[in-house]
């Protein structure tokens, strides 16, 4: 999608210290993001971490509590109702009528978007094509599969050909195929031009992104490409190695290892244990120590740090600093550990 | 993907209201109303139920009226008159129970027990064996609402006329049930005293008050959910994302409300002509033309409540908690003249109270435009206010 001239040098997201408070809680804390157009931006973050508020406040739909955010070259507090003729926003909850037909849901918001006459008509059954809604048209929305719900609120995020979507947890109710397909159409959408903002619980989907986000307690951590950010300092650190433990059993095993002095962190990742030690202990050491541990080991090898592993070191660091932070005030000048290095 | 620059998107003009928000809104509002039967049969049929019921309560269909009875005669032919009473389905006396004075007769009826008493005076008997004159019966009845006194007042006046006519013709022809007197044509006069409000003046109050009423809650009702309910199962939220207009959004809402409500308003318009039979002296189209008016106050207010209300659940006790205090400062039943002014001053800012006067005034005094104009200005001005409110109160909302 080519772009106009004027707006074609602005990113397509831009926040600046933005700031959402609900009464006392801080649901989104000194935010300051930057999106190019064309990227596909994973927003990662456990529950409640202020996700859905981001995208809310993007879309015009809640106000900041301070700070600025600029979508498609606009501010949000001027102007949303031409922002939210250019943008498309998938909520995280089902919001579409239950009561009316897919067809009918269709229509009425092509209608609010102002997609009508033959074009119009030609790019509704282009998008209802894309997505594949076409043989459920005359089903009402209630009697809709939450896979399907899913894809019928994309089709009416898409209708009016936006420059920018929000898409709230998309894939969550979906099927492995049907998350496979919507990643294809993401990309092809992204390859066309549009800029996608996904918020998602799964890592591969975040692998797949341009750029990610991870936000934590309403702040966001760390931001940037995923190789990138497998490189943060506090996460890979020059001092230790990262090996991947194939053992059994798994859960006491855990708690062997954990008991070793010098090990500094193990989790379970699946059928595996992750545990990181200082550089100085080599493979083979460690091999011995697991031994007389008494752990039947199957198999180790040094790996890369996953970005489930980043997400994790530094979900870690923050509860303790958080931790830090209540028992003594005074520290507060400490900075929160985070991989900011890499905010774009 | 097609081509097309941001700048061909922006809206082109920014008006208040366009057509076709208005339109998209209005359509989808009336395939999802259409879609739910249950629904448009509830709306169109509650307040006409409403009404008959309400009515009927008050005014219509009495029956089992309770008596108390002085019987100072107890010869035959008072007893004969008793049985007249008996053989009504509406009136119902315990026979064992009767009482000797009028002082205890009022009280009975003072206490509520009883809504009517009869007094036979002594001597009763007598005077219709002599055949001639006239003979008084008392009749005290319960003024207290004023319909029901009213109904009473005339079925014991019928009930004794009627005897007294059975009573001359089964004497003409012989077989009379007071054998030994041969012809009497003696006269029973009924004498009627209403207890508490003598001029029985709330007849024709109630039911207009009643439809004006039942009509405002409805609309308020049914206008606060159509936005709570979007709000309620999230929709809003998508809609919001949209571009549509905020005054788009909130008339093509409110307009398939007023159809309907509209379309209420002269059901139970009928309902009080044919069913009531309560004639409107003035003019019908004029009495219309201000429902209308009314309704889209009614509207308004409604769409007030639910630019505030999270739940539909919230929007009914908000609806309650604001339309019970206002039935009794509207004039709905209390006059207006004897309250405090700090009472006035919210029972003047209640459109109840204007269309309560224009309906009143126009179905019992035959009241038009040059008497009510004021009263319509008021209301037209009322509802403006009140939806610009909502349209504003909307905005700062999502914002
Ligand atoms: N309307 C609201 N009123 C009060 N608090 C709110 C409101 N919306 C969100 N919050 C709070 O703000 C915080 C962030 O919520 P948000 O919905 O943005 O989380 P999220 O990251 O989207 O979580 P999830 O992964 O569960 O969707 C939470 O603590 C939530 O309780
Ligand atoms: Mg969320």
């Known amino acids: 999608m080519p772009l106009a001239a004027t707006n074609d040098m602005q990113p397509a997201i831009m926040t600046e210290n933005l700031v959402r408070r609900f009464g006392e809680n801080i649901a989104v804390n000194n935010l300051n993001l930057t999106i190019s157009r064309g990227e596909i931006f994973g927003f990662l973050g456990p529950n409640g971490s202020g996700k859905s508020t981001t995208i809310k406040m993007l879309c015009g739909l809640l106000s900041p509590t301070s700070g600025q955010a600029r979508v498609a070259g606009i501010d949000v507090n001027k102007d949303p109702e031409y922002i939210r003729s250019k943008i498309g926003y998938m909520p995280q909850k089902f919001s579409l009528y239950e009561d009316l037909t897919v067809t009918e ?135 230790n190695q990262r090996y991947e ?15 070793i002095e010098y090990v500094e962190d193990v989790t379970i990742f699946g059928q595996a244990l992750h545990v990181v030690v200082p550089a100085h202990i080599n493979e083979h050491q460690l091999r011995h120590d697991l031994h007389s541990a008494g752990i039947a080991l199957q198999s180790i090898r040094p790996i890369e740090p996953s970005l489930e592993d980043v997400f994790v070191t530094l979900t870690k660091a923050n509860i303790k600093y958080d931790e830090e932070m209540r028992q003594n005030r005074l520290s507060s000048l400490r900075p929160a550990p985070s991989g900011v290095a890499h905010v774009r | 993907m097609s081509d097309s620059s941001p700048q061909e998107k922006k809206p082109a003009s920014r008006a208040l209201l366009t057509f076709s928000g208005i339109y998209s809104i209005f359509r989808k509002e009336l395939i999802q109303l259409l879609r739910d039967p249950f629904l448009v049969a509830f709306i169109v049929t509650l307040p006409i139920i409403q009404l008959v019921v309400t009515g009927l309560a008050i005014s219509k269909d009495l029956k089992h009226i309770e008596m108390i009875v002085c019987n100072q005669d107890k010869k035959n032919a008072s007893i004969e008159l008793l049985k007249a009473f008996d053989n009504s389905t509406f009136f119902e006396i315990d026979h064992n129970n009767y009482v000797d004075s009028d002082e205890e007769l009022n009280r ?144 093509g809402k409110v307009i398939p409300y007023a159809v309907i409500g509209f379309l209420d308003m002269v059901l139970t318009l009928g309902v009080m002509i044919w069913f009531f039979e309560i004639n409107i002296s003035g003019s019908f189209w004029f009495l219309c033309f201000t429902s209308i008016v009314f309704i889209v106050t009614s509207l308004a207010i409604g769409l007030l409540i639910s630019t505030t209300c999270r739940s539909q659940v919230q929007a009914v006790q908000l609806t309650l908690g604001l339309l019970l205090p206002s039935l009794l400062i509207s004039g709905f039943v209390f006059p207006l003249e004897p309250m405090p002014w700090f009472v006035k001053i919210f029972s003047y800012c209640l459109p109840l109270t204007y269309y309560l006067d224009i309906i009143r005034g126009v179905v019992i005094k035959g009241n038009g435009l040059s008497e009510l104009w004021q009263h319509m200005l008021i209301l037209t001005f009322l509802s403006s206010l009140l939806l610009g409110a909502s349209i504003f109160r909307f905005k700062k909302q999502i914002a």
């Open chain 2, 108 to 251: 009975g009826i003072r206490k509520g027990k009883f809504r009517v008493g009869l007094t036979i005076p002594p001597g009763y008997s007598e005077q219709i064996l002599s055949g001639k004159g006239h003979t008084n019966v008392n009749i005290t009845i319960d003024g207290t609402h004023a319909n029901i006194a009213k109904t009473i007042k005339g079925m014991a006046i019928a009930i004794i006329e009627n005897h007294t006519h059975e009573q001359m013709k089964a004497s003409a022809l012989g077989h009379t049930a007071l054998p030994l007197i041969g012809l009497s044509s003696t006269i029973v006069q009924p004498n009627t005293k209403i207890l508490y409000n003598p001029e029985l003046k709330a007849s024709w109050f109630l039911i207009p008050g009643i439809l004006a009423i039942i009509m405002h809650m409805m609309t308020i009702l049914f206008t606060s959910f159509a936005i709570v309910r979007e709000r309620e199962t999230g929709t809003l939220e998508q809609l919001m994302a949209t571009p549509i207009r905020v005054a788009d959004l909130m008339v």
């Open chain 1, 245 to 259: 433990i194939a053992c059994r059993p798994l859960v006491a095993s855990f708690n062997i290892i954990k008991a």
């Open chain 1, 105 to 239: 849901n269709i229509e009425f918001y092509s209608k609010l978007y102002g997609v009508t006459g033959h074009a119009g008509n030609i790019r509704k059954k282009e998008v209802i094509e894309l997505v594949g809604v076409g043989k459920y048209h005359k089903h009402l929305g209630r009697e809709l599969s939450g896979g399907w719900k899913q894809r019928l609120a994309l089709c009416c995020a898409l209708v009016h050909n936006p420059e920018i979507i929000f898409l709230d947890e998309p894939t969550a109710s979906m099927d492995p195929v049907a998350r496979r397909e919507l990643w294809d159409l993401l990309f092809s959408l992204a390859s066309s031009g549009v800029t996608l903002f996904v918020t998602t619980h799964y890592m591969d989907e975040a692998e797949r992104c341009s750029s990610v986000g991870y936000i934590y307690n309403s702040r966001l951590i760390v931001s940037g490409g995923p190789d990138e950010l497998k490189q943060v300092r506090e996460v890979v650190g020059q001092d």
